[in-house]
């Protein structure tokens, strides 16, 4: 599968919106983790990395960020701003987060456990694996 931005359902209301993921239902695999990143510093970015095995969601909860991704062949920029939008990121695929508001919050559900050795932080070393 390759990378999509998923429109997930918003029920409005006048008490405010509420949006939902469901493991299967709007994002093609299940969720086995959870993390966010937030206060992130101007000018910082995240990533910059692959995973062999890993599959992500991202939401920007909060704010607003650009996701930059790679694909061995051509880059694809993608600006998140809306909480009820996730871009899914499938396994090798390279990754960049850049570009955070103040008080962005970057939510992110990936389909495996840590760990150190699902990632490729090189981008030759992705580029020669992908081929
Ligand atoms: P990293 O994935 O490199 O962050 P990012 O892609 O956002 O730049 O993770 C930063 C550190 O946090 C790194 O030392 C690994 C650790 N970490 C965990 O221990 N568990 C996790 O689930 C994640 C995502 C990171």
Do not use: C
């Amino acid at each position: 599968m390759n990378p999509k931005l998923i429109n997930l359902p918003k029920i409005l209301d006048k008490r405010g919106n509420l949006s939902i993921i469901e493991e299967k239902q709007h994002i093609p695999f299940g969720i086995q983790r959870v993390y966010w990143i937030y206060d992130v510093p101007g000018g910082e970015y995240r990533g910059g990395h692959a995973f062999k095995e890993n599959h992500e969601l991202i939401v920007a909860l909060s704010g607003s960020f650009d996701v930059v991704l790679h694909d061995g062949k051509e880059e694809k920029k993608y600006s998140l701003n809306r909480s009820y939008y996730g871009l899914y990121v499938p396994k090798m695929i390279w990754r960049s987060i850049e570009n955070f508001s103040t008080n962005a919050l970057a939510l992110i559900l990936a389909s495996t456990d840590f760990s150190k050795e699902d990632y490729i932080r090189d981008f030759s070393s992705f580029q020669t694996l992908i081929k």
